[in-house]
């Protein structure tokens, strides 16, 4: 089944403030923590039922190398995902419900 992928703004704050934060650290390592979030962003289109529902209806998807899940939601009555967040996964879950 393929998906209509939606993205919250949150999303891409996410995105920026991570990138930001590694390529503070090293030089050029944000930037390749972004093509591996967009490589994979393209495939979650068609991909989207292959990972596990982890709560409130939400299913994560983990950033290749590197420590971070994408979290979204599947409408499969609108055939739409809404990709919600991309977290640390040593993040305290409960950081979820003060995003929600």
């Known amino acids: 089944m393929k998906f209509k992928v939606e993205y919250n703004l949150d999303f891409f704050n996410?995105?920026?403030?991570?990138?930001?934060?590694?390529?503070?650290?090293?030089?050029?390592?944000?930037?390749?923590?972004?093509?591996?979030?967009?490589?994979q962003m393209t495939k979650l289109s068609t991909s989207a039922l292959?990972?596990?529902?982890?709560y409130d209806r939400i299913r994560c998807?983990?950033?290749?190398?590197?420590?971070?899940?994408?979290?979204?939601?599947?409408n499969e009555q609108t055939k739409t995902v809404k990709v919600e967040a991309l977290f640390l996964t040593?993040?305290?879950?409960?950081?979820?419900?003060?995003r929600t």
């Open 14 to 39: 996410d995105i920026a403030q991570t990138v930001d934060c590694y390529n503070e650290k090293q030089a050029g390592l944000g930037d390749r923590l972004f093509n591996n979030i967009k490589k």
């Open 50 to 54: 292959h990972f596990a529902i982890k």
């Open 61 to 74: 998807m983990c950033i290749e190398k590197f420590p971070y899940m994408v979290h979204y939601r599947i």
């Open 90 to 98: 040593s993040r305290n879950p409960n950081i979820w419900d003060e």
